[in-house]
C-alpha cells in the first residue's frame, strides 16, 4: 500500500457558513454556499500536484450529494457549491495525550498546494456545473456552521 499523501472529509450540507479570524485583507470576513459539500483537507508528507489531481477527481466526482430524487450524485451533477476548508489538523496523530503533526507537510508547501488545489477544483466545476466553488483562508483561524441533511460524513485518503 502506498503513503498517503493528502486527505479529504466531505460531508454533504444544505448551507454553510465560515467566519474567517485573522485573514488577509484581500479575503471576505464572511463566506457562504448553499446546498451542495463541505471539504477539509490536509496534505501530508510527500504530497504533490498529483495529490492535488487526485483529491479534485475524488472531490468533484464522489456520489454523495443527494438530489431531489433521493439519488446519489456527485456535487457537479447536483450543481451543488462546495466550500473547501485547510484543515491541518487531520494530519494529527494521538501520542500519549497530545497531538502531534509530523506527518504534515511544511506549511509554505501546504499553502501552496491548498491554493492548487482550490484552483483545480474551481475548473473541474465549472467545466460541468453552476455551482460555486468558495475558498477558506490557508492558516487563519475559522468558525464554521453548517446545515446538514445527513450527515453523510466521509474520509478520502489519496
Do not use: W
Request: hydrophobic fraction near 40%; aromatic fraction near 4%.
Amino acid at each position: 500500500m502506498s503513503e498517503v499523501t493528502g486527505r479529504l472529509v466531505i460531508q454533504q450540507c444544505l448551507s454553510a457558513v465560515l467566519k474567517l479570524s485573522g485573514a488577509d485583507e484581500e479575503a471576505p470576513d464572511t463566506i457562504e454556499i448553499g446546498r451542495g459539500m463541505v471539504a477539509f483537507v490536509c496534505f501530508l508528507d510527500m504530497a504533490s500536484e498529483e495529490t492535488v489531481r487526485k483529491l479534485t477527481k475524488h472531490l468533484t466526482n464522489v456520489r454523495l450529494s443527494e438530489n431531489d430524487a433521493g439519488r446519489r450524485v456527485s456535487v457537479c451533477d447536483l450543481q451543488g457549491d462546495i466550500l473547501i476548508i485547510p484543515q491541518a489538523s487531520l494530519g494529527g496523530r494521538l501520542r500519549g495525550k497530545s497531538m502531534q503533526y509530523h506527518m504534515n507537510v511544511d506549511k509554505v508547501l501546504g499553502k501552496a498546494l491548498y491554493q492548487k488545489f482550490c484552483q483545480s477544483v474551481r475548473t473541474a466545476v465549472e467545466e460541468v456545473s453552476s455551482g460555486n466553488v468558495k475558498c477558506g483562508v490557508y492558516g487563519a483561524r475559522q468558525i464554521l456552521s453548517t446545515d446538514t441533511n445527513g450527515p453523510f460524513t466521509h474520509i478520502i485518503d489519496v
